[in-house]
């Protein structure tokens, strides 16, 4: 079955960098678009940054653009999410996703808390 397992997540201080991993497994991963979200309470979960299956494309929302960087690496199926000059407004809970014949997957969750 489809699993995918998220690491690194944490608490760091504003203008801080983190790296959250994930590890997937039950699927062909070089043949999947990756892609990672995050939640906040009370909030719609929403899509930070997107990657195809190749890595040669990849895509941010505004609001972190220039600041994360998704890459990933087929030959260990992990993809990863870079956060640098990371801001209050950055914590919430980040998913790691994939759409696999029009089902979503989702991992646990890792928190990511950014707080002085």
């Known amino acids: 079955q489809v699993q995918l397992v998220e690491s690194g997540g944490g608490l760091v201080q504003p203008g801080g960098s983190l790296r959250l991993s994930c590890a997937a497994s039950?699927?062909?991963?070089?043949?999947?678009?990756m892609t990672w979200f995050r939640q906040t309470p009370g909030r719609l979960r929403e899509l930070v940054a997107a990657i195809t299956e190749t890595g040669g494309i990849t895509n941010y929302m505004d609001s972190v653009r220039g600041r994360f960087t998704i890459s990933r690496d087929n030959d260990k199926n992990t993809v990863d999410l870079e956060m640098n000059s990371l801001k209050p407004e950055d914590t919430a809970v980040y998913y790691c996703s994939v759409l696999i014949r029009s089902i979503r997957y989702w991992g646990q969750g890792t928190q990511v808390t950014v707080s002085s």
């Open positions: 039950g699927f062909t991963f070089n043949t999947a678009a």
